[in-house]
C-alpha cells in the first residue's frame, strides 16, 4: 500500500501563497491519479483538485479556480498544491489521496491511501 505525507502547511496572512507536498512511497506513484481535499472545523471533507497520473489533466472546485494549480513530479514521487491569493475561508485541513485502481481522473476514484492531513490557516 502507498504511504503519503504531506507537508507545507501553516500560518498565513489572506493573500500569501502556500505550496503543498504530498511524498508517496513506492515506484508506482505514475500509475496513481492523486487528489487533494480539505476538511475545515465541523464541515464536511471537500474535493479541491486533483491530477491524472501523468500530469496531463487537472481538475479543480470552483471556489479554487485561478488560485490554486495541482501539479506532480513523478521522477520524485511528489505531488503539490500551490495555493496562491489565500483567503480565511481556505483555513482546513488539507489531505492528499491516491486512486491506486486508476491514472485517470474518474468520477468515482478508489482512495487506497490517504495522507495524515496538514493545518492550513489564513487570518484575515
Known amino acids: 500500500q502507498v504511504q503519503l505525507v504531506e507537508s507545507g502547511g501553516g500560518l498565513v496572512q489572506a493573500g500569501d501563497s502556500l505550496r503543498l507536498s504530498c511524498a508517496a512511497s513506492g515506484r508506482t506513484f505514475e500509475s496513481y491519479a492523486m487528489y487533494w481535499f480539505r476538511q475545515a472545523p465541523g464541515m464536511a471533507r471537500e474535493f479541491v483538485a486533483a491530477?491524472?497520473?501523468?500530469?496531463?489533466?487537472?481538475e479543480y472546485t470552483n471556489s479554487v479556480k485561478g488560485r490554486f494549480t495541482v501539479s506532480r513530479d513523478n521522477a520524485k514521487n511528489t505531488a503539490f498544491l500551490q495555493m496562491n491569493d489565500l483567503r480565511p475561508e481556505d483555513t482546513a485541513v488539507y489531505y492528499c489521496a491516491a486512486d491506486t485502481n486508476s491514472s485517470v481522473l474518474t468520477a468515482r476514484p478508489d482512495f487506497g491511501s490517504w495522507g495524515q492531513g496538514t493545518q492550513v490557516t489564513v487570518s484575515s
Open positions: 491530477i491524472s497520473g501523468r500530469g496531463i489533466f487537472t
